[in-house]
């Protein structure tokens, strides 16, 4: 596979954390998903759609560990690489 | 002595459209909100009422849930403040089938991508108490919440139980109701099997040329509150939700008790519970299928239960036959609508009554809209029925509120 960017990564996360709730432009790298109001639940899926892109696949414990946007992009593309 | 509980407000989702007035005035109209063999409530956008994040997390029958508490909910007053302790307001959402249309996207996603890509919202959107859970939720109703099942008859069960725990004290209010979102290709198929759909797409009840119900979508909502606390607040009641019956047949999965005997009993025990005798009922909102079965077994009952004399003489009109069959909204939806006949004195008709059946001869409100006339004095009381596959029986006994 080939590798991917920090940038294409985070374009992805972006855009799937917007279509569950959240306002496009308040999903920074510093954002916590606390803030933006996304729970467990919401992270599952935004790992179903992380291993469908990316084939990364992220369990339970990692995702608790993750507390910003930016901490599931730097993860994503760690793994990915 | 029982507490009295009354209702200050509804709401309704329905094929006539979004809110109760749309409900009970477009049907008094004569509109018909079934097209292509099904009430489909088109008016409905979700984005008008949830957010994003809601609409993604909620099935469509907890979406209706939320738009016709929340019409409910404010024309009762409460305006964002509740009227008393929130772990005394309770939360009762009937519905018949479930979040149906999540089961399916799920299992598509099973079938077609693995296990591993069910929905985590799989679970908390198809449950049948989601949209009670929604509603709690979303007015911060921390009193006893839970969803209620038995076919065609939940919406009848879920305002009669919630009547009872006020009634008994447990609850000051209860904003309580049925809904239902079932028109999938799935849905359709399933109830196809069963013959139970018109293959005409019509709903004629009390017709001879009924030949089976049209399935409809929907909810309504109504808040039942304590009758003193609710005058003490200054609230505006819109009627009394005076009795409460249920029985069952335990006769058959599907088909009625042909005597209507076990039927009649709830009609009884209702208007036992409220004090009522047959002479001052004014109104009958029938269960009214247009199946060849419930209606002649709804005639039975009702005469059984109401004595001849007094069965002829009451109208007799069936919501269903302006937005079909609502299945587990379909007790509160017309409940709602018994409200509004009470509270404005308009008795909307039968739809596409026309042809008499000569075993079914009470009077079936053919044609027009007709005034309420109240019978024997004192406020006029109403009936709605709720009958449902596998053979349970409800009904509610609503009281106009005095004059004021």
Known sequence: ?81 | MKRSVVITGVGAVTPLGVGAPALHGRWAEGVVGIADGAGVCREFEPQDFLSVKQVRRLDRFSQFALAAAGEAVAQAGWDGELPYDPMRIGCVVATGIGGISTVETNHDALRDRGAERVSPLGVPGYMPNAAAAAVSMRHGLQGEAYGVVSACASGAHALGLAMRSIQYGDADAVVAGGSEATLTEFGFACFNAMQALSPTGESRPFDARRNGFVMGEGAGMLVLEEREAALARGATILAELAGYGSTSDAHHLTAPEPTGLPASRAIELALHDAGAEPSQVAYVNAHGTSTQLNDAAETRALKRALGEAQAMRIPVSSTKSSIGHLLGAAGAVEAVATTLVLQTGVIPPTLGYGVPDPELDLDYVPGEARPLVAANGGPPVAISNSFAFGGHNVCLVLRAAPAS
Request: no cysteine; proline share 1%.
């Open chain 1, 1 to 81: 596979m080939a590798t991917v960017t920090t940038e294409q990564v985070q374009g992805r996360v972006v855009e799937a954390l917007a279509s569950f709730g959240p306002d496009a432009d308040e999903i920074t790298r510093e954002a916590s998903f606390e803030e933006l109001d996304i729970d467990s639940l919401d992270l599952v899926e935004l790992a179903q759609i992380v291993e469908d892109e990316y084939g990364v696949v992220l369990k339970g414990e990692d995702m608790k560990e993750l507390k910003t946007v930016g901490e599931a992009v730097d993860l994503i593309v760690s793994r990915a690489g």
